[in-house]
């Protein structure tokens, strides 16, 4: 059989950048070379896509923070089509890269997460694993999603929006809204972004005064939500078209006060977070988090994969559902595929299915009209 060419797109212009390079390097590893041809495709913080040499290489090098351009474009004047080439790396005419059968994009964040990345490639023509423009757009943006939840009458925690402008012009009006609205304790964090950047929680006016400043640096919106007391984290695996499954529920216990971006990543050994596989729920709760997993994902009309994010209290049993990301972190130990690892399904297969899904949904599209027919 003729082997199926995967474009690997990962890094990105995003806070989670390492994040996306962890994530990449995992996959690459367990892709099975006898049924694919891996085209590594790197996008440095500064936006420059690499296709030639080692592109993982060259973004996981502190270089990368001095990398401004392809290293093999020195002058946009002396060649422009050389300089050009990296970023029309997706063009089969270019002679850089032969067509590409599917891309599976592992850009977590802006500039990737949020439909960005998924408009180009819709352009292109090209399939690709995880959701589409809408549902990727829907789920990153943490405001909008509340609201779509909310009018799928799906439980969510109380919460306001306020923009970057606000923040800088009136921040006293704006903390003065929030405890009156929401009380304290309160989690601020960025509208859009992910991995747990920019979040702080808020005891009183000055923690929240310092957690609007952060958030607003990553994004022009910020979101205040009410703290779930006792709150336990639990998270279930949406894979699927038309017809998502929802894998075992998992819980995290973190390391530190709330699950934060050192206890994800830099935590290790005895501080490490802890994973909890499968969840200690009775059926009925496993039962409610499998069914809203589900309802999230068809009400953004998710696509291939997504990981939903849930805030039970830890003294009434309430169940909230936080976030639904639709390019969660993808490394062999990562809580999406740990999670259908349980359920019956191993990381190669996860990836094997994926890809499926993404050309399936494709196959899907091109039945689509897209000229005027009379009846």
């Not at 009434?316 to 690892?341: Q, R």
Request: glycine share 8%; aromatic share 8%.
């Amino acid at each position: 059989m003729k082997k199926i060419r995967v474009g690997i797109l990962f890094g990105g212009r995003s806070g989670e950048h390492e994040v996306s390079l962890q994530s990449a390097r995992s996959v690459i590893q367990a892709l099975d070379p006898d049924r694919y041809d891996v085209v590594p495709i790197g996008i440095s913080k500064q936006g420059y896509w690499l296709v030639e040499g080692d592109p993982m290489s060259r973004l996981l090098s502190q270089a990368n923070r001095n990398l401004l351009k392809p290293a093999d474009a020195p002058e946009r004047s002396r060649d422009s089509n050389q300089a050009d080439r990296a970023s029309r790396s997706l063009m089969p005419q270019d002679g850089v890269l032969e067509p590409l059968d599917v891309i599976f994009p592992i850009l977590h964040g802006p500039f990737g997460e949020d439909g960005t990345i998924q408009g180009l490639l819709e352009l292109a023509q090209v399939p690709y694993v995880g959701c589409g423009v809408l549902a990727s757009a829907a789920g990153m943006d943490k405001i909008l999603f509340k609201d779509v939840m909310i009018a799928h009458g799906i439980p969510t925690v109380s919460y306001l929006g306020v923009f970057r402008r606000q923040i800088q012009s009136a921040p006293a009006m704006v903390i003065e809204k929030s405890a009156s609205f929401l009380g304290w304790p309160v989690f601020c964090k960025p509208a859009n972004l992910g991995s747990s950047v920019g979040i702080s929680l808020c005891r009183n006016p000055r923690d929240l005064e310092h957690g609007l400043i952060l958030a607003a640096g990553y994004d022009h919106r910020v979101l205040i939500e009410k703290a779930v007391p006792d709150a336990r984290e639990i998270e279930v695996s949406v894979l699927g078209n038309d017809q998502p499954l929802a894998s075992v529920p998992g819980e995290i216990i973190p390391s530190r006060e709330f699950y934060n971006y050192q206890a994800k990543y830099l935590d290790d050994g005895d501080r490490a977070s802890k994973l909890i596989i499968p969840a200690l729920l009775n059926s009925d709760q496993e039962k409610q988090c499998r069914e809203l997993a589900v309802r999230a994902f068809r009400a953004i009309d998710g696509s291939g994969m997504s990981r939903v994010d849930f805030l039970m209290d830890g003294t009434s049993g309430e169940l909230f559902l936080n976030e639904l990301n639709t390019i969660p972190g993808f490394t062999a130990i990562s809580m999406y595929a740990k999670l259908w690892e349980a359920t019956g399904i191993s990381y190669r297969e996860l990836i094997d299915r994926l890809i499926e899904l993404a050309i399936e949904r494709f196959e899907d599209r091109k039945s689509n009209r897209s000229e005027y027919l009379e009846d």
